[in-house]
C-alpha cells in the first residue's frame, strides 16, 4: 500500500485490509535512499505513507526494474504519473478524478477492489483460452500441411503409386481441406474458449509482460502433436491406396482419420498441466456437444450425395473405420506423455 496519508492512518489501514503493517516506510526516509537500497526495502516492505506523487512513480519504476509486474490502482491526479507508468493501471470509477482515468488502463465503475480480483480471474481465464485454441488450430494446420506435402514428396520418389490418371496423388484434395478446418477449426475450436477456469492458473505469478502467447511448452506440443496426426494420416492413406483402394476412397479414409484424430486431440487441448483423464467431458457442455456435431456432420458429409460430390468423397467400409478408431486415440498418448513429461520437469 502507497499512500499520502499519516503513517498512523495508513498502519491502522493495512490492519482492516489484511496487509502486514509491520515495517511501514516514510517519503521522508524514502528520499534518503539510494535506488538499490529502495529497492532492496521494496521486497521487505509492504506499506508506504506520506509518498509524494514522485515517489510513486519510482517506487513502480524500481519495481519493474527488479522484474515484477505492477499494477497500480488510484483516483487522485497525484496518482496519475504512478497510474501511467504501471503494466496496468486501474483508476476509480466513482471518486476517481478524470486525470486519473486518462492515465489508466481499467476503471473500476463500482470502486470495489474485489472486481480487480474478479477482472485478474476472468483474465487469466481467457487468456489461457486463447493459448489453447491458438495451440489446437497451429498443431492441426501443422499436422494438414505436413501430411500433404509428405504424401507428395512419396509419390515422387516412387513410394506412393500414382493415381488411374497418371497423376501423383494428394492427400487430400483442397476442398477437403476446407472440410476440415470447416468441421474440426469451426466448431472446435470456438467452443473451446468457453473452458472454465482452472484452479492452478489463479495461484500462479503473473507471466512475463514480454512473453508471447505460446509457452516453449507449448510450442513443443504443438511440433510434436502435429507431426504425429500428420504421421496417422499419411498412414492411413498409404495402407489403403497400396493396397488397391481408389484414390478417392483412400483420400476418405485420411480425412477421417485426421477428424477423429483432432476431436481427441482437442480433450488434451483443455488443460496445459492437468490430464484429460482429470477432466469431466460435460465440465464445458458448449465443447462436448460442438465435438459430437463435427463429428456427426462428417459422417453425414460422406454419406450425402451432395457433400460427396463437392468434397469428393465416399463412405469407408467398416475395417477402415476400425483401423482409424485403432490409430486415432495415441495421439491422446503422444500429447498426455509430452504434458505428462513436461510438468514433471519444470522447476
Request: charged fraction near 15%.
Amino acid at each position: 500500500m502507497v499512500t499520502g496519508d499519516h503513517a498512523a492512518t495508513a498502519r491502522a489501514i493495512s490492519e482492516q485490509v489484511g496487509i502486514d503493517s509491520d515495517r511501514v516506510l516514510t517519503g521522508e526516509v524514502v528520499a534518503s535512499l539510494s535506488d538499490d537500497e529502495l529497492t532492496a526495502r521494496l521486497r521487505e516492505t509492504a506499506v508506504f505513507a506520506r509518498i509524494t506523487p514522485a515517489q510513486k512513480l519510482r517506487i513502480v519504476s524500481l519495481l519493474q526494474a527488479d522484474g515484477e509486474i505492477v499494477a497500480v490502482t488510484g483516483d487522485g491526479v497525484n496518482d496519475a504519473p504512478a497510474l501511467k507508468a504501471a503494466h496496468i493501471g486501474a483508476a476509480m470509477g466513482i471518486s476517481g478524478t478524470d486525470v486519473a482515468k486518462e492515465a489508466s488502463e481499467m476503471v473500476l465503475t463500482d470502486d470495489n477492489f474485489a472486481t480487480v480480483y474478479a477482472a485478474v480471474e476472468e483474465g487469466r481465464t481467457v487468456f489461457s483460452n486463447i493459448r489453447k485454441a491458438t495451440m489446437f488450430l497451429l498443431a492441426t494446420g501443422v499436422a494438414l500441411v505436413l501430411a500433404i506435402l509428405a504424401a507428395f514428396s512419396l509419390a515422387v520418389a516412387g513410394v506412393l503409386p500414382r493415381g488411374e490418371t497418371g497423376l501423383f496423388p494428394l492427400l487430400l484434395l483442397p476442398a477437403q481441406a476446407l472440410w476440415l478446418n470447416v468441421v474440426n477449426n469451426g466448431i472446435q475450436d470456438v467452443a473451446l474458449a468457453f473452458e472454465p477456469g482452472e484452479r492452478e492458473q489463479f495461484e500462479r505469478p503473473p507471466h512475463r509482460h514480454d512473453e508471447g502467447l505460446l509457452s516453449q511448452q507449448l510450442l513443443e506440443r504443438t511440433v510434436i502433436v502435429g507431426v504425429w496426426l500428420a504421421a496417422l494420416a499419411l498412414a492411413v492413406f498409404w495402407y489403403e491406396f497400396t493396397n488397391g483402394a481408389a484414390l478417392g476412397y483412400a483420400q476418405t479414409a485420411a480425412l477421417s482419420t485426421m477428424v477423429v484424430s483432432m476431436a481427441l486431440f482437442l480433450g488434451t487441448c483443455r488443460s496445459e498441466s492437468r490430464s484429460v483423464l482429470e477432466k469431466s467431458p460435460v465440465s464445458n457442455p458448449l465443447l462436448f456437444a460442438g465435438t459430437l456435431t463435427a463429428l456427426a456432420v462428417h459422417l453425414l458429409a460422406i454419406h450425402a450425395a451432395p457433400t460427396q460430390l463437392l468434397l469428393g468423397v465416399e463412405p469407408i467400409a467398416v475395417d477402415t473405420w476400425i483401423r482409424i478408431l485403432v490409430l486415432s486415440p495415441t495421439v491422446v498418448l503422444v500429447a498426455e506423455t509430452h504434458k505428462r513429461w513436461r510438468t514433471s520437469s519444470r522447476p
